[in-house]
């Protein structure tokens, strides 16, 4: 019986002392942050990725990014893309506990992976630092940078480096980009209906395209409408203009998956 508890105390210490390693480690090479209050990001880990992964392919992946200060963010546009990736970023702390719980009690149910749970603030962690592979060490690491940026880096200089390294499309990183290749325009010169449809591609921006329709992109730029419409964001008369455009949009092409 000694024996037995012995060895139960030997195998608890290894295991301890291997996850004090781990964690360790992970600390211990995490980044910078402090640079980022203000110094905009000349690439990120995910577009170097992106590029690493195009030339395995044996390509050559064209980079489309041009930076965007705050202010010149139309207002409306910063609040679509919270409403659709994270309604609560204002008020967490970097993780939303809420929508962890929720999220883990869909899959479980489900039996397989249907939503995630990501804030803006793991979003932009990810895409300086780290790569879409998934794996233990990768989440600790997105964690623990998540936590570095909320307390080195205010609310509003996380958005605005998320709204500028965010993917959305083969190439295309940040709202500038994507607001110059989908529409021909400036952040400034979109309206309601073109920022609700840049936002419904956040999930998949590789698959879903502002300007093909498809199912998924109706149903979430009108999920995402109708919560700019809850938060009073927009006015009625907004709320009115855009679903029309919508519905014209989405009523001149046929929606058809992709």
């Not at 139309?74 to 993780?95: M, Q």
């Not at 979003?123 to 997105?142: C, D, F, G, S, V």
Request: with cysteine; aromatic share 10%; glycine share 4%.
């Amino acid at each position: 019986m000694n024996k037995i508890i012995r060895v139960l105390i030997y195998l608890i210490s290894g295991i301890f002392f291997i996850l004090c390693a781990f964690v360790g480690y992970a600390i211990f090479t995490l980044p910078d942050v402090t640079e980022l209050i203000d110094t905009n990001p000349t690439t990120t880990s995910f577009i170097e990725y992106r590029k690493q992964e195009a030339r395995e392919e044996g390509k050559t992946l064209r980079i489309h990014r041009r930076w965007i200060d705050w202010q010149y963010i139309p207002k409306v546009l910063k609040r679509t893309i919270v409403v659709a990736e994270d309604a609560a970023f204002w008020v967490h702390e970097g993780i939303d506990w809420h929508e962890v719980e929720s999220a883990l009690r869909e899959n479980w149910e489900e039996g397989k992976i249907v939503r995630g749970a990501s804030t803006i603030s793991q979003q932009t962690a990810k895409n300086l630092y780290l790569t879409p592979h998934r794996n233990i060490y990768r989440k600790l690491k997105e964690f623990l940078i998540t936590k570095e940026l909320e307390s080195r880096l205010n609310k509003r200089r996380i958005l605005e480096i998320y709204l500028n390294c965010i993917e959305m499309g083969e190439g295309i990183f940040g709202i500038r980009s994507a607001s110059n290749i989908y529409f021909g325009k400036h952040p400034s010169q979109l309206d309601i209906s073109e920022m609700v449809r840049l936002a419904a591609i956040l999930p998949n921006p590789r698959q879903l395209h502002p300007n093909q329709s498809s199912p998924e992109l109706a149903w979430r730029s009108r999920t995402i409408l109708n919560r700019l419409r809850h938060y009073e964001f927009i006015t009625n008369s907004q709320y009115r203009e855009a679903k029309d455009q919508l519905q014209n949009f989405f009523d001149n092409r046929s929606v058809t998956s992709r």
